[in-house]
C-alpha cells in the first residue's frame, strides 16, 4: 500500500473523520470540537501539502475503489485537481477559524461544525474526483451537506432559503446525473484526461454529445449560478456568514464552475467542443451572466445581495475563460478560480463583522466605518479592487489573461466589451462602498457590542481570517510569476491540455 | 379430451368467474368471503378435471392431493376472514 | 445431502410454536429464533458463495413426488435480507409493544411469517410455493390487524379478500402448467416450457395474482391503508418483506422459468404499471399528512422502480449487461427494504412519543429524538437515491440500460421519481428540525432507537459501498437457466 494509492483518501478523510466525531459531541463540549476542527484543517494542509510537491514532480497519485460492475469511484491528483484542492484546503482553514469566532456562543454548533466538515469532504472529493461518476457521487454528496447549513439559523426566512437552495440543486443534480449516465453508457467509463477524451472515440453522435452537453452544462450551471439557473444564491445569503464565505468563495459555487471547467477541458476537450459549436452558447450565457448579475448587483442595498449578485457574475469569468479557444485564455478562467475564491471570501468575511460587531448589514448604513473598523474595512477594499481588476491584486491577473486570450481567439470582439462593461459595473457598486466606508462621516453612534472591550475592533478570530485572505489576494497577485503561485498552475494546466 | 372432463374443466372456470365477480361487487363481508370459497371451489374442480386419466384408469393422485391442501388453506383462510369480521363488528357496537 | 436449506424454515417454525406454548417467554424466543436463523443464513451462504446452488429434497423424496428445497445466489441474498430487517424489527417490537398479551399474540404470528417467506424463497416446486404464498398472506393479515383499532381490521379484511383472490388466480395458473406439463418441480420445468397458449395463460394467471400481492399499480390500492395502520414493525415488515416476495415470485417466473416463452413487449406492461406506480406513489406520497401513510405511499413507488426492470431486463440479451442490470435489480430490492423498514421503526418511535404521526406537527423532532432523525435522514438518502446509497448504484444502472436499450421513457420517469422522493423526504425532515413545543414524551430508553439506525445505516452505507460484493455474489448464474449452462 503506497502513499500514491493512499493519499487523495487521506485527504478526503481528514475531514470526514472528524466531522463525524464531531457529530457525535455534547454541545458545551468546545474545546474538544475547536481542536478537531483544526487538527482536522492542518492535517489536510499538510497532505495537500505533500500532493503539491508530488504532482509538481510528476508523480501519480491515484486511488481507485470499485463501487458497481464498470463504476469506479476514482480520486485522482492532477494540476486541476491540485489547484482546486489548495485552495478549498487553505480557505477551509481560514473559514473554520471565522466560524469559531462568529458563532460563539450560538447553539447547535455541533451540527454546524459536522456539516461543516462534510461539506469541505465533498469539496476535497469532487476536486479530486478522477471521472464523472465521482464528481456525481460528491456534488450530490455537496447539495446534503450544504442545505443544514443554510438552514442553520432556523427562522423561517432560513427554512426557506434553504428549501429554494435545494430545489434547485437537486433538481441541478438530477440533470447531471442523468447526461453524466448518458454519456458514461454511450463512451464507455469517463475518466477525466488532459485534453478530453471524446474526442478521440469514434463513433459518436454530435447531435447526441450536444444534447449531453447542454444536460451537464445546465446541471452544473445550478450551482454555478449561470443566468437564469442562479435564482437560489441570492435567497441562500439567510445563511450565517462563514457559510455564505464558504459557499460562495469555494464550495458550491466554485464547484459548479470547476464541473463546467471539467467537463470542457477532460471530458470533451476544449478544440472538440469547439468543433461541436458547444462553446459559443457557453459564452453567450457566461457574458450575459457577468453583465446582468453586476447589474443587479447595482440595485442591491443589503451588503451580501450585492455580494451575491456579484459572485453571479464573476464566477462566470471562469466559464467564459473555459469558452474561449485558446491557451491565455484558459490560464484565466483556472486562474480566477483561486482568484476569485480569495477575494470574495474577504469580501463576505468583512460582511459578516460588519453584520456581527456593528449590526449593518446594508450599504447605506456604512458610512464612516472605515475609521470604525480599519483592519476590516481594508481587507474589505483590497478584495473590492481586486473584483474591480485594478492592480495589483489578483483580479487584475485573471481579467488581463481573459482579455489576451480573447484577442488571441480572435473573439475580441465580443469579449473585450463585455470585460470592461463589467468592470465598470464592478467600479460602480464598489467604489461607492468604499467611498462611504473611509470618507463619510458615522450616521450615529456604533454600538458597543456584549462583552467586546479588547483592543482590537473585533473578536481576533473575527478579523485574522479577512486580512490573511486579503494578503493572500494581494500576493497572488504581486507575485503571480514566482514558482508555485496559482498563475504558475494554470499555466502548467493549460500546457498539458493543449499539448495534442 | 373427453366430456367429462370438459364439463369438470368449464364448470371450474364457470366458478372461478362467478367467484371473482362476487368477491368484488358484493357489499357484505359474508357475501365476499362467500364468493371466494366459490372462486376456490372453481380452482379445485379444475385439478379435479386435470386428474382424469380417461376411463377405466386410475385417476392422477397429485392434483387430488393439491386439492385436499387447498381446501385446508381455503378452511384457514375463511377461518381468519370470519375471525376478523366479528372483530370489526363488535368494535362496531362498541 | 446438505440439510443447510432446511434451517432457515425450521428454525422460526419451531420458535413459534414455543411462543404458543410459552407465552411469557415469547420475546426472547423470537430474538434468539431470529440470531439463530440469521446464523443459519450466514452458513448457507457461505456455501453457495463457494460452492454455488445448493438443492436439498426434504426427507430425501426426489422431486416429481417429493418436494426439493433449492437455495441460489439470489434466493439466499433475500433470505439474508430478511434475516436482518426480521431481527432488527423484532428486537424494536419487543420495545413496542407494552402489553404483555400483545407480545405474546405479536411472536407466534411473526415467526410464522418468517417461516413462510424463507419457505417461500427457497422452494423450487410451483405447488409449494403457492402454499408458502399463502402462509405468507394470511400471517401478514394477522399482524396487519393486530394494532386494533377499526382502521387497521379494515385495511387486514381488504388486504385478506383481494389477497386470496390473487393466491387463487396463481393456483389457477399453476394447475395450467401442470395440465401441459404434467410437472410441477421448477429444476425440470425449466427446459420444458415452450412459447405457446398454454405457457402463456399460465403464466398471465400466476402474473395477475403476483401483482395484486406486490401492489402494482393499479392493483395497489390496499397497501396504503393497511401499512399505514399496522404497528409500526408489522409495517415495517411488510413493506420491506412481504410485498418483496411478491416482486421475487414475478422475478423468478418472467426472467427464469417462462424466460423463453416470453417477447419483450410483454415486459413492456410491467414496466408501464410500473412507471403509473412510481408516478402515483410518489404524488400520493408528497400529499400525505402522515408519516406512516407517506412511507406506505412510497412503497407503491419504490416497487414501480423494480418493475421497471423487467423490460429491460428482458431486451437484454444474456450477458455481462444483463448481470449488471439484474445485480441492480436484486441491490434496489435489498436497499428498499433496509430503508423502508428503518423508515417505519422511526415513524414507530416518533409515534410512541408524540402520539400522533402527522407530518405538519412534527416540529421538535430533531431535539427530542436525535437518533431517530438522524435515521430519517438516512433511510430518506437512500430512498431518494442519493450516494452513497445502494439506491444510488442501482438506478445509476437502470438509467444505464435505458439509455443503452434506447427504452428512453424510464428516464424522465425515475428522474421525476427521485425528485418527488426528495420532496416528501425533506419534507419531514423540515418538520422535524422545525420549532416544536416537544410535546414529546422523554425517552425512557435510548436503545430503542437502535435498529432503526441499524437499518438505515446497512441501506445507505454498507450496501452503498458494498454493493460490488453483491453483484459478484449474485450476478452470475442466478437463474435456473443459468444452472444449464
Known amino acids: 500500500m503506497s502513499l500514491e494509492t493512499w493519499l487523495p483518501a487521506l485527504i478526503v478523510l481528514s475531514s470526514l473523520l472528524p466531522g463525524i466525531i464531531i457529530f457525535m459531541l455534547r454541545e458545551d463540549n468546545h474545546r474538544l470540537r475547536t481542536s478537531l476542527n483544526l487538527l482536522g484543517a492542518f492535517v489536510k494542509l499538510l497532505l495537500v501539502g505533500m500532493m503539491i510537491w508530488g504532482v509538481f514532480h510528476e508523480r501519480v497519485f491515484e486511488t481507485r475503489w470499485t463501487l458497481a460492475p464498470g463504476l469506479d469511484l476514482v480520486l485522482h491528483a492532477d494540476e486541476l485537481s491540485v489547484l482546486f484542492v489548495t485552495l478549498s484546503t487553505l480557505l477551509w482553514l481560514v473559514t473554520t477559524v471565522y466560524a469559531i469566532g462568529y458563532l460563539e456562543n450560538a447553539p447547535h454548533r455541533s451540527r454546524f461544525f459536522g456539516f461543516f466538515s462534510l461539506c469541505v469532504t465533498a469539496t476535497v472529493g469532487l476536486a479530486l474526483a478522477g471521472n464523472l461518476f465521482t464528481f456525481v457521487i460528491f456534488y450530490e454528496m455537496l447539495t446534503l451537506a450544504t442545505y443544514p447549513l443554510v438552514a442553520h439559523k432556523g427562522t423561517p426566512e432560513a427554512v426557506r432559503g434553504a428549501r429554494i437552495y435545494l430545489a434547485y440543486t437537486l433538481a441541478g443534480g438530477m440533470l447531471l446525473l442523468v447526461g453524466a449516465i448518458w454519456l458514461r453508457t454511450l463512451a464507455g467509463p469517463l475518466d477525466f484526461a488532459q485534453g478530453g477524451i471524446l474526442g478521440d472515440i469514434d463513433g459518436l453522435d454530435p447531435t447526441t454529445l450536444s444534447w449531453i452537453f447542454l444536460l451537464l452544462i445546465v446541471g452544473l450551471g445550478v450551482k454555478a449560478a449561470l443566468v437564469p439557473l442562479h435564482g437560489w444564491l441570492p435567497q441562500a445569503m439567510v445563511a450565517p456568514a462563514p457559510v455564505s464565505a464558504l459557499l460562495h468563495a469555494v464550495a458550491v459555487v466554485k464547484a459548479g464552475a470547476f464541473g463546467i471547467v471539467r467537463v470542457v477541458y477532460d471530458v470533451y476537450g476544449v478544440e472538440f467542443a469547439d468543433s461541436l459549436n458547444l462553446l459559443a452558447p457557453l459564452g453567450a450565457v457566461a457574458a450575459v451572466t457577468i453583465i446582468y448579475g453586476s447589474v443587479r448587483a447595482l440595485s442591491q442595498d443589503h451588503l451580501k445581495k450585492r455580494l451575491a449578485y456579484s459572485t453571479v457574475s464573476q464566477v462566470s469569468y471562469i466559464a467564459l475563460g473555459t469558452a474561449i479557444v485558446g491557451p491565455i485564455a484558459t490560464i484565466g478562467g483556472m486562474v480566477h478560480l483561486v482568484h476569485q475564491g480569495l477575494m470574495k471570501i474577504t469580501l463576505f468575511f468583512a460582511a459578516g463583522n460588519y453584520a456581527e460587531t456593528l449590526g449593518i448589514h446594508k450599504v447605506s448604513e456604512m458610512d464612516g466605518v472605515g475609521r470604525r473598523m480599519p483592519g476590516t474595512t481594508l481587507a474589505f477594499t483590497i478584495g473590492a479592487l481586486g473584483m474591480i481588476g485594478i492592480p495589483p491584486v489578483a483580479g487584475f491577473v485573471s481579467k488581463w489573461y481573459l482579455g489576451l486570450g480573447a484577442v488571441e481567439a480572435g473573439s475580441a470582439a465580443w469579449v473585450m466589451p463585455v470585460l470592461i462593461a463589467s468592470s465598470l459595473l464592478n467600479a460602480a457598486y464598489f467604489l461607492p462602498i468604499l467611498y462611504r466606508a473611509w470618507f463619510r462621516e458615522p450616521a450615529r453612534e456604533w454600538p458597543v457590542p456584549p462583552g467586546h472591550g479588547g483592543r482590537l475592533e473585533t473578536h481576533a478570530f473575527l478579523l485574522w481570517p479577512p486580512v490573511i485572505t486579503a494578503t493572500l489576494a494581494l500576493a497572488a497577485g504581486l507575485f503571480a510569476a514566482a514558482p508555485y503561485s496559482p498563475l504558475e498552475w494554470a499555466e502548467i494546466i493549460a500546457a498539458r491540455e493543449y499539448r495534442k | 379430451m373427453l366430456f367429462a372432463e370438459i364439463t369438470y374443466a368449464l364448470t371450474g372456470i364457470g366458478l372461478f368467474a362467478l367467484g371473482l365477480r362476487g368477491a368484488l361487487l358484493r357489499r357484505s363481508l359474508l357475501g365476499r368471503i362467500i364468493a371466494i370459497n366459490v372462486c376456490g371451489a372453481g380452482v379445485f374442480m379444475l385439478f379435479v378435471a386435470i386428474a382424469y386419466r380417461g376411463p377405466g384408469q386410475a385417476p392422477d393422485a397429485l392434483p387430488h392431493a393439491l386439492v385436499l391442501t387447498g381446501i385446508v388453506v381455503a378452511v384457514s383462510a375463511t377461518a381468519l376472514a370470519l375471525a376478523l369480521g366479528r372483530r370489526l363488528r363488535d368494535s362496531d357496537h362498541e | ?485
Open chain 3, 1 to 485: 445431502m446438505n440439510s443447510l436449506p432446511v434451517w432457515p424454515i425450521m428454525l422460526p417454525l419451531g420458535a413459534a410454536l414455543l411462543a404458543v406454548i410459552w407465552p411469557r417467554r415469547s420475546a426472547w424466543i423470537g430474538i434468539a429464533a431470529g440470531l439463530a436463523t440469521l446464523t443459519a443464513v450466514g452458513l448457507l451462504m457461505a456455501q453457495v458463495a463457494s460452492r454455488g446452488t445448493l438443492v436439498h429434497a426434504l426427507g430425501g423424496w426426489e422431486p416429481g413426488l417429493g418436494i426439493a428445497l433449492r437455495a441460489d445466489a439470489l434466493a439466499v441474498a433475500l433470505l439474508l435480507m430478511s434475516s436482518l430487517v426480521a431481527l432488527a424489527a423484532g428486537w424494536y417490537a419487543t420495545g413496542y409493544f407494552r402489553d404483555a398479551d400483545r407480545q405474546s399474540q405479536f411472536w407466534p404470528i411473526w415467526l410464522l411469517m418468517l417461516a413462510a417467506l424463507h419457505a417461500m424463497l427457497l422452494s423450487a416446486d410451483l405447488f409449494n410455493i403457492y402454499v408458502t404464498l399463502e402462509l405468507l398472506g394470511l400471517s401478514a393479515v394477522a399482524l396487519a390487524a393486530l394494532g386494533g383499532g377499526r382502521a387497521a381490521i379494515e385495511a387486514a379484511l381488504r388486504y385478506l379478500t383481494v389477497g386470496l383472490l390473487g393466491s387463487l388466480a396463481f393456483l389457477a395458473g399453476v394447475a395450467v402448467i401442470y395440465a401441459r406439463y404434467g410437472t410441477l418441480d421448477m429444476l425440470t420445468l425449466a427446459g420444458l416450457i415452450e412459447p405457446e397458449p398454454a405457457s402463456w395463460l399460465a403464466l398471465a394467471l400466476m402474473t395477475a395474482g403476483l401483482l395484486v400481492k406486490s401492489a402494482l399499480f393499479p392493483l395497489h390500492f390496499w397497501l396504503p391503508p393497511a401499512h399505514a395502520n399496522a404497528p409500526a414493525p408489522v409495517s415495517a415488515a411488510l413493506s420491506a418483506l412481504v410485498v418483496k416476495a411478491a416482486v421475487y415470485l414475478m422475478m423468478r417466473l418472467w426472467l427464469d422459468l417462462f424466460a423463453p416463452a416470453l417477447d419483450p413487449a410483454s415486459a413492456w406492461l410491467l414496466g408501464l404499471l410500473g412507471a403509473a406506480a412510481v408516478l402515483w406513489g410518489s404524488w400520493n406520497a408528497l400529499r400525505a399528512q402522515r408519516l406512516k401513510l407517506l412511507a406506505a405511499y412510497s412503497t407503491v413507488a419504490q416497487l414501480g422502480y423494480l418493475f421497471i426492470f423487467f423490460p429491460l431486463l428482458a431486451a437484454l440479451p444474456a450477458g455481462p449487461a444483463r448481470d449488471t442490470a439484474f445485480g441492480a435489480l436484486v441491490l434496489m430490492a435489498l436497499t428498499h427494504a433496509f430503508a423502508k423498514s428503518a423508515l417505519f421503526l422511526a415513524a414507530g418511535m416518533i409515534q410512541q412519543q408524540a402520539g400522533h404521526d402527522r407530518i405538519e406537527e412534527l416540529g421538535g423532532t430533531a431535539r427530542a429524538l436525535p437518533v431517530t432523525t438522524f435515521t430519517l435522514a438516512l433511510a430518506g438518502v437512500a430512498l431518494i437515491g442519493l450516494p452513497p446509497s445502494g439506491t444510488f448504484l442501482a438506478k445509476w444502472q437502470l438509467l444505464s440500460s435505458a439509455f443503452a436499450l434506447g427504452q428512453w421513457l424510464w428516464v424522465p420517469v425515475v428522474a421525476a421519481g427521485s425528485l418527488m422522493a426528495a420532496g416528501y423526504m425533506f419534507r419531514v425532515l423540515g418538520f422535524a428540525f422545525g420549532p416544536g413545543d416537544g410535546a414529546m414524551q422523554k425517552l425512557v430508553d435510548g436503545r430503542e432507537e437502535l435498529p432503526a439506525l441499524l437499518l438505515a445505516i446497512v441501506a445507505t452505507a454498507v450496501l452503498g459501498l458494498g454493493a460490488a460484493a453483491l453483484w459478484a455474489f449474485v450476478a452470475p448464474g442466478a437463474l435456473l437457466m443459468g444452472a444449464q449452462r
